[in-house]
């Protein structure tokens, strides 16, 4: 059973659905290079947008704000209502751009995926289309391969959901359990 507060963001989420998303922006964060002088943010190894917030527009005028949360030591998907992206610290290895690449339009399905207690996933279709959010991040080795984690401090968004069930995680990908 969610908690109070867990209940809530699951009903945020799930308010999403009937609504019609205009525009979608972040705050991207670099997959490989962050610290260097040419940071990357995107390769063919990279099958996600790597976010630290996303902001989806909706034809309400309003914008909501979809990042992540700390649960111990995990990280789980959180959302809420805001004012939008202005006030977003962006630093080097981070930019900030509206994101075409993302659905929009009519959101007519949601679910909610929880590990345990952390919100790890939510997937939306926009439209004909999938959008699969995780709660992860992509981490640059020594020899400067990507290491896939679960339940980090990212926002990974994806428009082919299947690719997520082929990568290798760490910790692996374990069996979810789906709220609709």
């Known amino acids: 059973m969610a908690s109070g507060r867990m209940r809530t963001q699951i009903d945020e989420f799930l308010a999403l659905k009937d609504q019609v998303i205009q525009s979608w922006s972040g705050v991207e964060m670099a997959v490989r290079g962050g610290d260097g002088p040419t940071p990357e943010f995107a390769d063919q190894d990279v099958p996600c947008l790597h976010l630290w917030a996303l902001y989806a527009r909706t034809d309400t005028g309003d914008t909501v704000t ?13 959302i ?17 751009r509206a994101l075409p690449e993302l659905p929009t339009g009519l959101v007519r399905r949601m679910s909610i995926d929880l590990d345990g207690d952390v919100l790890a996933e939510v997937r939306l279709q926009v439209e004909p289309r999938d959008l699969l959010l995780v709660a992860g991040e992509a981490e640059e080795n020594f020899d400067g391969r990507l290491v896939w984690r679960r339940l980090d401090e990212s926002v990974l968004a994806f428009t082919d959901p299947n690719t997520v069930e082929q990568m290798k995680w760490v910790p692996a990908r374990r069996q979810l359990q789906r709220i609709t």
């Open 66 to 78: 979809i990042a992540t949360y700390q649960h111990d030591d995990l990280f789980g998907l959180r």
């Open 80 to 96: 809420e209502l805001s004012a939008g992206s202005d006030g977003d610290h962006v630093s080097h290895g981070y930019r900030r």
